[in-house]
C-alpha cells in the first residue's frame, strides 16, 4: 500500500495517517496518543490532553505499552511512561458505526491494548463497530494512592487515563467513523473492573451508553488506609524512609518503581487473601465510596449492561493446598480478613472446601461471581441488565481440570483461536466447538453494541414473578442455554458476607 492509499483520520491535536491490516482487510490506526506523557513531573498526576503534534501523525506500528514488570526470573521491566495511546479498529468503509472502547486486563499490573487476542480485527469484523483499545498506567504508577506522601497527586492515576481516553473518544472518534452517541466500555478482568468503576465514577458521566465486564472483580478496590499500608510497604522494599517526598519519588527511576512494586506483590501474603497491592482507591473523588455501595444506593451509571463470569475462573487453586485442613485453614484466612462475622456461613455452602474443586470455587466466587451478581442484582433496578456464565472448555481443558478458566472467554469473543497463554493448549483439537460458541456469543455482544440490548433469546437479569424464578443468567457452552438463579444456595450465603474492606481489623493497618 503507498502512502496515498493509506487511511487519514482528523483529530484536534493533528490527523493519523493508519494502514488497512493485511491479514484482515481492516481498517487500523496504531499508537494514536490521547494524552501527553505521564513521566517526570507529571508522575501520579492527573492526565492532561496530548500536545498538537505537526504533519502527519504515522499510527502504523504499536505503541509501547505502559511500563510493567514481567515477573520473570531476569526481573526485566518493559514499555514507558509515555504511554497513553490507544488503537483504533474499523471495516475498511466510511459508515458511520457504533463504538466500544476496551480496557485490557492484567491485575492491574500488566497487559497492552495490543496483545494478540485484544487487537479487534474479528470482533470489529464480525460486529461491525469502530473498536478502541485502550493504553493507561499500571501498578505502581497507575494503581497505588501516594497521597499519604504527598498531597501533590491523584488517588488512582489509571482511572483518570481512561477518563481521558473517553473524552478523547467523544471529542475525535466522528473522524474515524464512530458515533460519539453510541459509545459501549468494554473489558475483562481488571478492565472488566475498569468499567465497573467507570459506571461509579461521576468523572466518566455521560461519556458512554453501554458496558459489558467480563469475569470483573468488582470489589477490587483500595480504602486509604489500605493504600497507606501499601505505600508504606513500598518505601520499606526500595529503602526508604518514611519522610520520603513525594517529589524525591518523581526523581526516582520508574523501572526501580516498578521492580520495587513486583516484589511487593509477589512477595506479600496479602494475594492469597484476596487482596491485591495495586488497586484503585476509593477516594471521594474519582470514586466517592465502594462500587458496590454506588450500585446499592442507584448512584452508578443508568446504562444497559453485560456482565458475567467464567465457570472455572480460578481452577489453578485446586493445586494449592493438598489436604481439607489445609484448605479449611486458608478459606478461613481469606474470608475473616473481611467479615470474620460471616466466614463460617461461607466456607459451609461450600462444603467446608473438603474438596479441591469446592476450594477453588470459593475463591473464584470471592473474587468474581459473588461480588458480581451483587452489582447485577442492584443494577437491574436501575437500568436493563443480562448476566452470563461461560462454561465452554475444550477436551484438552477440561481433561487437565482447567476448564472454562479465567481469560477463557477471551478467544470466543473475538473471534481469535489460540490467542492466549490458555488456548495454546487447545491448538491441536478440532476448531468448530470454539468457532460454534464465538459465533453465538459475537451475535449478542454485536446486538448488544448497535442496540443496547443482546438478542431477544437472552432474558434479562429479572426478578422473581407468579411464573418466573428470576436471575436468568446465559450458559454459553455448546451454543447457549438459559439457567435461573444459578448457585442459589451459594448465593444466599454471600447476600450477608461483607465484601467492601478488606483488613479493618488488622493493626497493623495503623502502624
Request: proline content about 6%.
Amino acid at each position: 500500500m503507498t502512502a496515498a492509499q493509506r487511511p487519514v483520520a482528523a483529530t484536534a491535536a493533528g490527523a493519523v495517517c493508519g494502514v488497512v491490516d493485511e491479514r484482515t482487510g481492516m481498517r487500523t490506526f496504531r499508537g494514536v496518543p490521547y494524552g501527553a506523557s505521564t513521566a517526570g513531573p507529571r508522575r501520579f498526576r492527573a492526565p492532561q490532553p496530548v500536545e498538537r503534534w505537526r504533519g502527519l501523525y504515522d499510527a502504523s506500528v504499536f505503541a509501547a505499552p505502559a511500563m510493567q514488570g514481567t515477573f520473570g526470573w531476569r526481573d526485566t521491566v518493559l514499555g514507558t511512561e509515555d504511554c497513553l495511546t490507544l488503537d483504533i479498529v474499523r471495516p475498511d468503509t466510511d459508515e458511520e458505526l457504533p463504538v466500544v472502547v476496551y480496557f485490557h486486563g492484567g491485575t492491574f499490573v500488566t497487559g497492552a491494548s495490543h496483545e494478540q487476542v485484544l487487537q479487534g480485527h474479528y470482533l470489529a469484523a464480525a460486529t461491525d463497530v469502530v473498536y478502541v483499545s485502550v493504553n493507561f498506567r499500571l501498578g505502581v504508577l497507575g494503581y497505588l494512592d501516594f497521597r499519604s506522601v504527598g498531597g501533590d497527586c491523584v488517588a488512582t492515576p489509571a482511572l483518570l487515563d481512561q477518563i481521558l481516553a473517553l473524552e478523547w473518544v467523544r471529542d475525535n472518534i466522528a473522524g474515524f467513523g464512530g458515533d460519539p452517541d453510541a459509545v459501549t466500555i468494554m473489558g475483562e478482568s481488571a478492565g472488566g473492573a475498569a468499567v465497573i468503576h467507570l459506571m461509579c465514577a461521576p468523572g466518566a458521566r455521560g461519556l458512554f451508553h453501554r458496558a459489558i465486564a467480563q469475569s470483573p472483580p468488582p470489589a477490587s478496590v483500595h480504602s486509604r488506609l489500605q493504600a497507606t499500608m501499601w505505600v508504606r510497604e513500598l518505601l520499606n522494599k526500595m529503602g526508604l524512609p518514611r519522610t520520603t517526598t513525594i517529589d524525591e519519588l518523581r526523581d526516582t527511576d520508574a523501572e526501580e518503581l516498578v521492580r520495587a512494586g513486583q516484589s511487593m506483590l509477589l512477595n506479600g501474603k496479602q494475594l492469597v487473601q484476596l487482596n491485591s497491592s495495586f488497586m484503585p482507591t476509593v477516594d471521594g473523588t474519582t470514586l466517592t465510596e465502594h462500587p458496590i455501595d454506588t450500585f446499592q444506593s442507584g448512584e452508578e451509571a443508568a446504562v444497559p449492561l453485560i456482565v458475567g463470569t467464567n465457570s472455572d475462573e480460578a481452577s489453578f487453586a485446586k493445586a494449592m493446598y493438598q489436604t481439607a485442613k489445609s484448605r479449611r485453614r486458608a478459606a478461613l484466612r481469606a474470608l475473616e480478613a473481611f467479615d470474620p462475622n460471616h466466614a463460617q456461613a461461607v466456607l459451609r455452602a461450600y462444603g467446608d472446601v473438603g474438596e479441591r474443586a469446592d476450594y477453588a470455587d470459593l475463591i473464584a466466587d470471592a473474587v468474581f461471581w459473588a461480588p458480581t451478581v451483587m452489582v447485577a442484582t442492584a443494577h437491574r433496578q436501575k437500568a436493563s441488565t443480562w448476566m452470563y456464565r461461560f462454561e465452554y472448555a475444550s477436551a484438552a481443558m477440561r481433561m487437565i481440570g482447567l476448564g472454562a478458566m479465567h481469560t477463557a472467554d477471551l478467544p470466543a469473543v473475538f473471534g481469535e483461536p489460540n490467542s492466549t497463554k490458555a488456548s495454546k493448549f487447545d491448538r491441536f483439537g478440532p476448531r468448530a466447538p470454539l468457532e460454534d460458541v464465538s459465533r453465538v456469543m459475537q451475535y449478542h455482544w454485536g446486538r448488544f453494541f448497535h442496540t443496547g440490548a443482546p438478542g431477544e433469546e437472552w432474558p434479562i437479569y429479572g426478578f422473581r414473578s407468579d411464573d418466573a424464578p428470576g436471575r436468568a443468567t446465559a450458559v454459553f457452552d455448546d451454543g447457549m442455554r438459559v439457567e435461573y438463579d444459578p448457585k442459589a444456595p451459594q448465593r444466599r450465603a454471600w447476600e450477608s458476607f461483607d465484601m467492601r474492606e478488606w483488613g479493618n481489623h488488622r493493626q497493623d493497618m495503623l502502624g
